[in-house]
């Protein structure tokens, strides 16, 4: 084979390479495009429902299918509340701090020290 048949060559290949990438780029942009469509189709249909705040949790029965199906075929199996978990209230609670400019003990029982340098935050004086 001389150079000029092995260049031709390559050049063939590299053209038939080029070519079927794109034709795989379109392809793909084809399936891209259905799957933005059917997905605004889809955000319309949850909007028309009002689906979210307010909506109607899904059965207990159904929950348990599903994470049925996910973990026969080893998905991960988010546990999420029940919807009498969701809609109880949830007890707050409420430690008061006084605010003031005196230095309070830290962890260790011991009050931090006290010194003149200013990039030093664990100063008394800067931290309180």
């Known amino acids: 084979m001389s150079a000029t048949d ?3 060559r390559f050049r063939a ?3 038939a ?3 079927r990438a794109a034709r ?3 392809e793909i942009g084809e399936r891209n495009a259905k799957l933005r469509e059917r997905t605004r189709e ?3 249909q949850a909007r028309e429902r009002k689906v979210g ?3 109607q949790a899904t059965s207990g029965e159904v929950q348990e299918t599903a994470a049925g199906f996910r973990a026969d075929r080893g998905l991960a199996v988010e546990q999420v509340p029940s919807a009498a978990e ?3 209230p949830v007890p707050v609670e409420t430690e008061w701090v006084t605010l003031g400019s005196s230095a309070v003990a830290g962890p260790s029982g011991q009050l931090p020290r006290v010194s003149d340098d200013d990039e030093d935050f664990s100063q008394s004086r ?3």
């Open 6 to 8: 092995v260049l031709a």
């Open 13 to 15: 290949e590299v053209g």
């Open 17 to 19: 390479a080029v070519t």
């Open 24 to 26: 795989a780029s379109g």
């Open 42 to 44: 889809l955000a319309a």
């Open 53 to 55: 705040p307010g909506a």
């Open 86 to 88: 969701l809609t109880a």
């Open 126 to 128: 800067i931290l309180y």
